[in-house]
């Protein structure tokens, strides 16, 4: 490695306190940059390593027997501009409920919904974050990305990020969200404020708290509109569901949680449980939301061949 190196190096890095779930082993390396400058630099110098990018790590399983890719942890990008009086610009690394809280101070609507995400705003970029009639793909102007691998910089349009339900150009083509640019409109503070709290009340009631049980939001995405996997599980009894310490969520079935210690392959087969139940059911055939990360036993890779998009 190159000595000259400005980011901060880890070897054998814990990333268990790193990820919502709280669940993973050890990272052979992990960098963490002060600036996307210093990104290039961390690309440069592995060269034809394979990277992993680790934002606020709020939708990701991170393998218990570790990961041998480079990490990236973006936790520290988080810096923003404002271009003109309704046009902002952000770092990927900067929480998405923060960028929300800013964008109330000048009173600019667009991604109240953010609020309620506890993620970091590259994640909600690379998967198109939206709820209750809001997203990402409504207010993004462009994203400046890297690609991992040929080293390209550049900034991809709106139309270029082809965002879809949860997906984008970037998930399905190994980039990194370096920044993000977005247009917002004026609203009344009033107004705003009153739909962050619905949307931070709506989370509070229906989706279980990470202060008390570690999860990594919701495990599968919706089939097709109208059809929600919470509500299909619970009525296929999934509530009393549990593999090891992993369990489905009393208050959405669409939700596990770490009862203390679960490991990566408990998660694993409960998910092959939710998803095999669904299919069987209604046939549907069911896409994790949640993203894999590191080395996978035998039979943890087959149970995500089952339901991950290649």
Known sequence: MNTRLKAKKLENYPLKAHTTLKIGGNAFEVYIP?????IYEIKNSLQNERIAVVGQGSNILVSSQGVRERVVLTQNLKNYDFLDETTVKAECGIKSWNLARILLEKNLSGLEFLVGIPGSLGGAVTMNSSAHGQAIENSIECAEVLDLETNEVRTLCKP??????RNSFVEKNRHLILNATFKLQKDEHKQIAQRMDFHV??????????SMYPNAGSTFRNPCPGVYVGKLLEELGARKW??????????????????????????SRLMYKMHQSVKQ????????????????????????????VH
């Open 242 to 267: 549990q593999e090891g310490n992993a369990s489905i969520s009393d208050k959405h079935c669409n939700f596990i949680v770490n009862k203390g210690n679960a490991t990566s392959l408990d998660v």
């Open 281 to 308: 059911a209604h046939g549907y055939d069911l896409i994790a939301e949640i993203r894999y990360l590191g080395v996978p036993t035998q039979e943890e890779k087959e149970i995500w061949d089952q339901f991950t």
């Open 160 to 165: 270029d990020l082809k965002l879809g339900y």
């Open 201 to 210: 009340d709506y989370r509070r009631e229906k989706h279980p708290a990470l």
């Open 34 to 38: 002060g600036s996307v400058e210093e």
